[in-house]
């Protein structure tokens, strides 16, 4: 009966009664980007644009996005939830209700936000719902927290194309990734930020489906 009542706690989103009551001051985290060197919290250079996206752990989506040309500049981080400026430890007991996501700063001269979500829905199972792969929890859900109405848009038209792409591959799978208004980030400590830069052979957790995603 444990187990069952853990694996139901971490995969339903916690009610503001029962969330966890965080801190009123953010965690310690880099300063910088271990790869490129450009400040995780800014200033970012004036036109860039931001979108934060959930695959699942975010070590793998975050290098798979800094990877990107005309990205900017990545971080790891918690949104989408209740808990103010939660811990890693708080967001893994489903008790937050934040997702892992990589705020991505990007240039929208240099690459479209329909480009990023070509590689976000390419990149991962949007279809699991509060899990991805072997990695259990809310905290392991598909989203894309946009940060205007014209950027909501491109997400839900790109998420329409990927569900036919999906159907005519065979796949009757419905996604459930989480389309919303960007809401508060709170960046994730210092081990997990570019982890996979600093840890080369470690987990990644990126499973695609194999289906290509065309840009609409």
């Known amino acids: 009966m444990f187990l069952i009542d853990m694996f139901n706690k971490k995969t339903a989103m916690p ?10 001051e953010p965690i310690p985290t880099a300063a910088d980007h271990f790869v490129n060197g450009r400040p995780l919290k800014g200033p970012y250079p004036d036109g860039m644009k931001t979108v934060l996206l959930g695959m ?33 430890q708080e967001t893994t007991t489903g008790l937050t209700g934040h997702a892992e996501v990589v705020l ?41 927290y946009a940060g205007d109405a014209a950027d909501l848009d491109v997400a839900h038209r790109m998420r329409d194309g990927f569900q036919q792409a999906l159907a005519e591959a065979g796949h009757g799978e419905r996604i459930t990734t989480e389309i919303a208004q960007a809401g ?22 990126l499973r695609g489906t194999g289906v290509s995603c065309a840009i609409a």
């Open 15 to 24: 009610a503001p009664d029962t969330a966890l009551p965080g801190r009123s």
């Open 184 to 205: 508060p980030f709170y960046f994730a400590e210092d081990i997990h930020q570019q982890y996979l830069a600093k840890n080369p052979g470690g987990y990644c957790g």
């Open 104 to 144: 991505t700063v990007y240039d929208p001269a240099a690459v479209s936000l329909a480009t990023l979500l070509k590689t976000f829905f390419e990149a991962h199972d949007p279809t699991q719902g509060m899990r991805q792969g072997n990695d259990i929890g809310t905290t392991y859900r598909s989203a894309i």
């Open 56 to 88: 699942g752990c975010f070590w793998g989506a975050e290098r798979r996005l800094w990877n990107i040309p005309g990205v900017w500049v990545t971080a790891a981080g918690y949104s989408g939830g209740l808990t103010p400026n939660p811990t890693y």
